[in-house]
């Protein structure tokens, strides 16, 4: 059994990442969402083990110093990470797993997981990005104007990416993106197995 592809998956808020990840999933059964660790309390209709897998800090701390994490980062006083196991585990059954993670994440895993495939959503324009953000009308036009700086040094990190998927239809971006995937798997690095197999019947 080849072992899964780890996809990175990153983009500013509001270029659509998360709606992507979803449609993607549902046409492709064989791809999980990596469920991420955190220490703040459950919010209501939120699950254990779906939404996120909630821990103590004492827990969390602990499974930071003994590489139980891909990545983590501490936000607003709760801790946040990618439990490394549970990803290991799907990767190793030969399912392809992704992580939809912000740009310093995705720096993290590039360190232990140099074979992951990095991709960046991307807004037709900052007009566009603007426009969602305050479509959302759930965010003050100071979060939103934060937002959008936030963007332009997510874009300064792009080249670090190996792809780029532009999302101005949801259904085009997530074949651009299933296209991807199924390159990815045709690369000869990835291909180990069947090309002893073949050189063993040249041989």
């Given at each position: 059994m080849n072992r899964g592809l780890l996809l990175v998956v990153s983009g500013p808020s509001g270029a659509g990442k998360g709606t992507i990840c979803k449609a993607l999933m549902q046409k492709k059964s064989d791809i999980h969402l990596?469920?991420?660790?955190?220490?703040?309390?459950?919010?209501?209709?939120?699950?254990d083990g779906e939404s996120y897998?909630?821990?103590?800090?004492?827990?969390?701390?602990?499974?930071?110093?003994?590489?139980?994490?891909?990545?983590?980062a501490c936000?607003?006083?709760?801790?946040y990470g990618t439990p490394r196991e549970k990803v290991e585990e799907?990767?190793?059954?030969?399912?392809?797993?992704?992580?939809?993670?912000?740009?310093?994440?995705?720096?993290?895993?590039?360190?232990?997981?140099?074979e992951a495939v990095f991709v960046f959503?991307?807004?037709?324009?900052?007009?566009e990005l603007r426009n969602?953000?305050?479509?959302?009308?759930?965010?003050?036009?100071?979060?939103?104007?934060?937002?959008?700086?936030?963007?332009?040094?997510?874009?300064?990190?792009?080249?670090?990416?190996?792809?780029?998927?532009?999302?101005?239809?949801?259904?085009?971006?997530?074949?651009?993106f299933i296209h991807i995937i199924e390159a990815e798997k045709q690369r000869t690095e990835r291909n180990g197995a069947l090309?002893?197999?073949v050189k063993e019947r040249i041989d």
């Open positions: 990596s469920v991420s660790a955190t220490t703040r309390s459950p919010r209501p209709g939120e699950v897998y909630f821990i103590s800090e004492e827990t969390f701390r602990s499974m930071i110093e003994s590489g139980g994490f891909i990545e983590w936000f607003c006083q709760n801790y799907q990767l190793a059954a030969g399912h392809d797993v992704i992580l939809e993670i912000e740009v310093q994440g995705a720096m993290q895993v590039r360190s232990k997981f140099p959503v991307m807004p037709p324009s900052l007009d969602r953000l305050s479509g959302r009308g759930t965010e003050q036009p100071e979060v939103v104007e934060e937002r959008l700086k936030t963007a332009l040094w997510e874009f300064s990190n792009i080249e670090k990416y190996n792809y780029i998927v532009l999302n101005d239809d949801v259904d085009k971006a997530v074949d651009r090309i002893a197999t």
